[in-house]
């Protein structure tokens, strides 16, 4: 099959893209700009167009796969039409594969892609073979955001914005957390629960509903047609787990107790489970640690994706138990107007209790095809900042952000650079 895919930069749609071309067909894909991502796609030999044109659309093509922040507007979508081509959204086509395979799908408003990529390892540990779908870069799986596997095993991180996940059919559903997230979809909360209600009410009767029982936001099923196996950090097996795992910070150790509840599942031995879980070292962006140099001051970067109140507050926490006498430097890059506007007061309130000695805000980053004038208008890091009201807690612009780092680290700090936007690309700087 001929296959395109637009947005194809994207860390769900370039996993696609991979399994496609792991199944023998010719890819092609189109983003706004070159990144990483499509780099290493070009590498693997995906055709790869820069801006979304009419012309990339072959009459030829068998399938056209767009994102969801791609708008029925585009050109190369207005083009397969036209063709009659097969578009689909990601969230279809993937939707698509789970009918083929035994899926196990993770979902949850905070640790999706810890949990993904910790349970595919497991499985690949025990011998079992997954194909991993996973929304970030896995050190494991050669940097990539996809495994191919021989066996009929399917692990994905199953995103509930725009409802996407409602389009698989697992046969496990594991479930993190339920929070105040993607508003800008949802609107209220209430609709949010909902939404988790609806998909995992897509279980069968031979399926298992994975829960953290921790969490009382997710639904409740007294009696239901599947199988409901809960997981807490009150279990016996937390401390063992918190002793051996590398990555800090209480919701990993939660993380970790899901992979151990659906590798019992399979019916995989403790034994390959706790070795696989002490050996991960944790992803791209999440928690990544390293070692830099700033103006000859050797210091400590942590790479955080962390961009919701909940998370940054988690992610600050656990910093603070790894690194406690050190002075923490956190650099955020708000991701999206309308979750910082949706989410004001939850942020006020996480950055007066954040436990570190400094805080750099910097400008809100734009997501595109998500974002609405009026609110963007509205919400600023400045207003955040005002509200705010701590001296600890201060305002850059991005353009400045490198000389303010500079004149605020000291040898042997620890500098957290926070965010799911383009923030990362300042760790890489040091």
């Known amino acids: 099959m001929k296959i395109h895919l637009i947005g194809i930069g994207g860390i769900g749609v370039s996993a696609l893209a991979q399994y496609y071309l792991s199944k023998g067909h010719q890819v092609s894909g189109s983003d706004l700009e070159r990144s990483e991502i499509t780099d290493f796609l070009k590498q693997k030999g995906v055709k790869i167009f820069i801006k979304h044109k009419a012309v990339n659309i072959e009459k030829d093509l068998d399938l056209v796969v767009y994102s969801p922040a791609v708008k029925l507007s585009n050109p190369e979508i207005k083009k397969a039409k036209q063709f009659k081509i097969k578009t689909q959204t990601y969230p279809e086509a993937l939707g698509d594969l789970t009918k083929e395979y035994y899926t196990i799908a993770v979902a949850g408003s905070h640790g999706k892609s810890t949990t993904t990529t910790m349970i595919g390892l497991v499985l690949t540990a025990a011998g079992l073979d997954p194909t991993v779908i996973v929304g970030t870069k896995v050190r494991e799986f050669g940097g990539s955001n996809f495994r191919e596997g021989k066996s009929k095993l399917l692990v994905i991180e199953a995103c509930e914005y725009d409802s996407s996940f409602l389009h698989y059919s697992p046969k496990i559903i594991v479930i993190t957390n339920v929070d105040k997230e993607h508003l800008d979809?949802?609107?209220?909360?209430?609709?949010?629960?909902?939404?988790?209600?609806?998909?995992?009410?897509?279980?069968?009767?031979?399926?298992?509903?994975?829960?953290?029982?921790?969490?009382?936001?997710?639904?409740?099923?007294?009696?239901?047609?599947?199988?409901?196996?809960?997981?807490?950090?009150?279990?016996?097996?937390?401390?063992?787990?918190?002793?051996?795992?590398k990555i800090p910070g209480q919701h990993n150790v939660s993380n970790a107790l899901a992979v151990l509840t659906v590798a019992r599942i399979l019916a995989i031995p403790d034994k390959i489970i706790f070795k696989s879980i002490s050996d991960f070292k944790g992803s791209w962006r999440r928690f990544e640690i390293k070692k830099g140099i700033i103006d000859r001051k050797k210091i400590t970067i942590i790479s955080d994706y962390a961009h919701h109140p909940n998370e940054i507050i988690a992610t600050l926490k656990a910093a603070r138990d790894k690194f406690p006498k050190e002075k923490i430097l956190c650099v955020f890059q708000p991701h999206q107007h309308q979750r910082t506007y949706y989410l004001f007061k939850d942020f006020i309130k996480i950055f007066r209790e954040a436990p570190v000695d400094k805080i750099i805000l910097t400008d809100i980053y734009d997501v595109a095809g998500r974002e609405t004038k009026k609110i963007s208008l509205k919400i600023n890091s400045k207003k955040l900042i005002k509200e705010i009201k701590k001296e600890s807690v201060i305002y850059c612009a991005t353009n400045s952000l490198e000389k303010t780092i500079k004149?605020?680290?000291?040898?042997?700090?620890?500098?957290i650079i926070m965010g799911a936007g383009d923030i990362y690309k300042f760790a890489e700087k040091f």
Not at 197 to 215: E, P, T
Not at 217 to 233: A, D, G, R, T
């Open 185 to 245: 979809y949802f609107k209220t909360f209430n609709r949010v629960k909902k939404e988790f209600q609806k998909f995992m009410m897509k279980l069968s009767s031979d399926g298992f509903l994975v829960v953290n029982k921790d969490d009382k936001n997710i639904p409740i099923f007294e009696q239901s047609k599947f199988n409901v196996q809960n997981y807490s950090l009150n279990q016996s097996e937390a401390d063992k787990i918190k002793n051996i795992l």
């Open 407 to 415: 004149e605020n680290i000291t040898s042997g700090d620890v500098l």
